[in-house]
Each structure stands twice: as structure tokens, then as C-alpha cells.
């Protein structure tokens, strides 16, 4: 399992989106981490998700990220 914040997120991202993020350069891939790292540990409801699917709770961190484009 990957211990490194970066590589927890692009292993969290979908095939596609893991290939453009890990093509961007390290700093923007280190502040999108950043975010979904905030993002995991602000959301109660992905909490709840982390506990029946950790995994799940990742991708849907991730997703949301991406989806704002992470302008935190």
C-alpha cells in the first residue's frame, strides 16, 4: 500500500484521470493530494463510507477534488 500522500491519491483516481494527474508536474500533484487529503478528513459523510469501504472513501474524495479542480 502506498504510504506517500501523492501516490495514495493517484492510486485512489480511475485509470484515466490517474494518467493526466501523474503527467502533471509533482507540485500540482502534490497540492491535489493536499486537497483530498483535507477533503478525507473534513467530510463526516466519508467517515461513514471510510468505514464500510476505505477504498470507496478514497475514490469518492478523489473524484470530488478533480471536480473542483482542488482551488483551495
Do not use: C
Amino acid at each position: 500500500m502506498p504510504t506517500d500522500s501523492v501516490e495514495r491519491f493517484l492510486a485512489a483516481l480511475d485509470p484515466e484521470h490517474r494518467e493526466a494527474v501523474g503527467a502533471k508536474p509533482r507540485e500540482d500533484q502534490e497540492r491535489l493530494a493536499a486537497a483530498w487529503t483535507r477533503e478525507l478528513e473534513a467530510d463526516d459523510e466519508l467517515d461513514t463510507l471510510d468505514e464500510l469501504s476505505p477504498p470507496a472513501a478514497e475514490a469518492e474524495a478523489a473524484r470530488r477534488v478533480l471536480e473542483r479542480g482542488a482551488d483551495q
